[in-house]
Structures are given as structure tokens and as C-alpha cells.
């Protein structure tokens, strides 16, 4: 710290640190970044004042990469010629202040602001009654799922965030499995869907992409292929299994027919990719008039920015996001 000797900093406050130094003398040509505050008539003589203040001419002798800190508005610390100079920070500190302020007020009104719920606890109760609700696990499959999917080099996937992107699917699929064990038993209905891209229907969306951007596809989840198979699970011998051609699983022959025979109202959905399958089935689901969950923990995608926005977008527009802890709990709320 540099300020005159009538400002000297406090003797009790100097012990509360071991690495603190205190000097008159305005020497700042070797520091790294400088914090200036102003004198006012009444702490200093405009002598004292003229020698703690930066000048063009004390400039010349700063550092290339030195700073200039200032809490602003200065009296006159610093001279306006300064504030040409690329040292002269304050003007942007000033500007990251204002949203510095406005990230605490937000984070003050939400603490102090209760969330309104968004259902009551019957409409919940109602939304999630498992002899109306089908559990759809979406494609998971190995090309989906797998560090090898094809999708990672398309993405331009690192090998290191494959490896971690496998192993958050292997938890996301292990939920999924206590998930649908348990809905089972609770009386829910369970669909898996895989698809399928390599079909010569002419309206599958390869085909459009094919057709449009005269590219050739990526191929991806190939029958007879590995990457077609399911990965780490597979459905129990009681559960209704399709395979899809379309992002929108509610595209596939014989699904709606089964949900309209099961009398299903509510559809959870859960698996892979968000981005892709799932949000199409959402949008598809909700113009049917179905009531659509997305389990946030049970789904995977290979961007999590795209996850967050996805997510946003279903909860906006087709349907509800909820935690599967949650969903959990309500059942057992509603047997006692």
C-alpha cells in the first residue's frame, strides 16, 4: 500500500496480515496492477495530492501490461490524458460492476421470492398415476451411447470427453434401469424404441438430408450392426419393444395404437439423444394431446449446452421436466 504519512494504515489492522507493506513512496513503475484512490482538500495539500497522482509523464515509466483500477467517480488521482492509454482500465471495471450488482440482486430476489409450484400436489399426483403412464427408454443404443459412436467423431468429440461421455451414459442408463423396475412394478407400462437410419423410406430423415444437402449421411444405428444393439440393458420379456425410423417414436407402426389401447394419458421419457429423438417425441406427444415428462437425470446428450437449452425448450413448449427422485416419491406418496 502507498499513501502519506497522516493516512498510514491503522497499527491493529496491519497485524490482521503477515504479507502486508505500506510505503510513501509513490513508486509504481514495477507493479502489475495499480488500485487508485483519490485525495480529497481535506486529507492532503494539493502538494501531497500532485505527488500521489498519475500522471502522462509517471505513465511513460508503467509496464506495457500494468493496470489502472479506480472506484470512480476520481477527484484527481488521475489525469484525463491517462485515459487514453491502454493501461487505463476503470472505465470497463465500472461497466463490469453493473453486472456484478445485477447477478447479487438477482441472486437476493430469488432467495427472497418463493417459487410458485407448478402444479398442485394433486394435479401431480394425477400426472404421474402409474395405470395411465407408459415409460418410453429412447434409443439406447450403442450408437448413441458409446464412446465409438459415429456421432463423436461428427461432433468432433475429443477421445478424453468420449471416455467421459460413456461413463456419464453408463449412470444415466443404470437410473434408468432402477427407474423402469420400478415403474413396472408400480403398474406403469414400459416401451423401448430403437431406430434405425438405413431404410429406403423415402420420407425418413436421412433421406430428406440426403436428398436436400446432396450429401451422403452419416451412417448411424445400422440393423444387423453392433452399434443397432442396446447398450449396457435391455428390455424384460413383458415390455412393448419398436424400432423407429423417425426422430418422433410416436411415428413408429403399432405405438399409438398400443398407448390408445393401454389407455395411457402420460408418457415419462427417458434414454438418448435429447437433442434428437427425445424433444421430437415430446413435440410429437403434445400435439396428440398426451401429457409429456422428460426425467432431466435420465436422459443423455453428447453437448450439455444443448441439454440445457433442450431442456428449457421442452419445459416452455411441450411438457413437463421433473427429476425422477421426485417421481419416485410421489408413487410412494400416493399408495400410503
Not at 294 to 299: Q, R, T
Amino acid at each position: 500500500m502507498i499513501s502519506p504519512q497522516n493516512l498510514k494504515m491503522p497499527e491493529k489492522y496491519l497485524k490482521l496480515s503477515k504479507n502486508f507493506e505500506e510505503t510513501e513512496n509513490f513508486e509504481i513503475s514495477e507493479e502489475d496492477v495499480i488500485y487508485m484512490c483519490g485525495l480529497t482538500p481535506l486529507e492532503a495539500s494539493e502538494e501531497i495530492r500532485k505527488e500521489y497522482r498519475i500522471s502522462k509523464e509517471k505513465a511513460q515509466k508503467l509496464k506495457s501490461s500494468t493496470i489502472i483500477l479506480n472506484p470512480l467517480p476520481r477527484i484527481d488521482e488521475i489525469e484525463k490524458e491517462f485515459d487514453e492509454l491502454p493501461n487505463a482500465k476503470y472505465f470497463q471495471q465500472s461497466k463490469n460492476g453493473i453486472f456484478v450488482r445485477m447477478a447479487i440482486f438477482m441472486e437476493i430476489l430469488k432467495k427472497a421470492t418463493p417459487k410458485k409450484p407448478r402444479f398442485s400436489y394433486n394435479s401431480l399426483l394425477k400426472l404421474f398415476e402409474p395405470k395411465k403412464t407408459a415409460i418410453i427408454n429412447i434409443d439406447i443404443q450403442k450408437d448413441y451411447c458409446s464412446k465409438k459412436s459415429p456421432l463423436i467423431k461428427l461432433l468432433n468429440i475429443s477421445e478424453s470427453n468420449a471416455e467421459k461421455i460413456e461413463k456419464e451414459n453408463i449412470e444415466i442408463i443404470k437410473r434408468i434401469e432402477r427407474f423402469s423396475d420400478i415403474g413396472r412394478k408400480k403398474g406403469c407400462a414400459v416401451i423401448w424404441t430403437r431406430m434405425t437410419e438405413n431404410n429406403n423410406n423415402n420420407n425418413s430423415p436421412q433421406k430428406i438430408y440426403e436428398n436436400f444437402s446432396n450429401k451422403k449421411p452419416v451412417k448411424i444405428a445400422l440393423t444387423n450392426t453392433d452399434g443397432f444393439d442396446f447398450f449396457n440393458i435391455f428390455p424384460k420379456n413383458e415390455d412393448f419393444e419398436i424400432v423407429k425410423e423417425h426422430y418422433n417414436a410416436l411415428s413408429a407402426e403399432g405405438l399409438k395404437k398400443f398407448l390408445s389401447d393401454k389407455k395411457i394419458e402420460n408418457l415419462i421419457l427417458t434414454g438418448f439423444t435429447l437433442s434428437g429423438c427425445i424433444r421430437a417425441t415430446a413435440q410429437g406427444a403434445n400435439e396428440l394431446g398426451i401429457h409429456v415428462i422428460v426425467c432431466e437425470d435420465l436422459i443423455g446428450d453428447f453437448e450439455e449446452l444443448s441439454k440445457k437449452q433442450n431442456l428449457k425448450n421442452i419445459d416452455n413448449l411441450f411438457g413437463y421436466v421433473n427429476n425422477s427422485e421426485e417421481i419416485l416419491k410421489i408413487w410412494d406418496y400416493s399408495e400410503e
